[in-house]
């Protein structure tokens, strides 16, 4: 990972501690942290860590984290943001060790939904697409960080030309989960 790539990017809610290492910027996450708006769940969580730019025009962008899950729920993936109310994100995250998934949550005016895929166990490195064309969005991933999947389209109701697009890292449950960005970067 090349640190001046990392020059125009900035955090929302700085995670408990960040490092620079050969292998990429490794990540300690807050105690019960999150990104969810639910109603049904009486939910409003906006403490998750986001590590973001700013973007106007169409893009491709992509993320890769290697990790070990260490509690329920643990999450680090994509994220692609308006404000508080509009966003989405996709992750791996475990309800179980041996039920792992890709989940995906799209927020739109406060309200989030959620979809996901089951993948195999013990899968610790993942990558996540964004491309944006024209206010539509494809999210794929990949377990190499090679071979891409799309996963979902959408498009965010409240879309503006300006966006936040990065990476984040959260741990609704605990304190403490450990996740490294390997990759972050813009295709051509």
């Avoid at 700085?14 to 939910?43: C, I, Y």
């Avoid at 999450?75 to 179980?96: H, P, T, V």
């Avoid at 389209?153 to 490294?180: N, Y």
Wanted: hydrophobic fraction near 35%.
């Amino acid at each position: 990972m090349l640190l001046d790539a990392l020059r125009d990017f900035e955090w929302l809610n700085e995670p408990l501690d960040v490092n620079f290492e050969e292998t990429g910027m490794r990540v300690l996450t807050h105690n019960k942290t999150d990104f969810w708006q639910s109603a049904h769940h009486r939910v409003s969580k906006d403490n998750g860590h986001f590590f973001y730019t700013r973007r106007y025009d169409d893009f491709s962008f992509v993320v890769g984290w290697k990790f070990q899950i260490n509690g329920r729920f643990d999450q680090c993936g994509i994220m692609l943001r308006i404000d508080e109310k509009n966003w989405f994100k996709a992750s791996i995250m475990y309800d179980a060790p041996q039920y792992p998934m890709i989940g995906s949550c799209v927020t739109n005016n406060g309200y989030s939904d959620w979809a996901n895929i089951d993948i195999p166990a013990g899968v610790e490195e993942m990558y996540y697409k964004i491309k944006r064309h024209k206010g539509d969005y494809v999210i794929s991933y990949s377990f190499d960080g090679q071979n891409f999947r799309q996963m979902r389209m959408l498009h965010l109701l409240k879309d503006q030309p300006e966006v936040k697009v990065g990476a984040f890292v959260c741990s609704p449950q605990h304190e403490g989960f450990e996740a490294t960005l390997t990759r972050i970067e813009f295709l051509e």
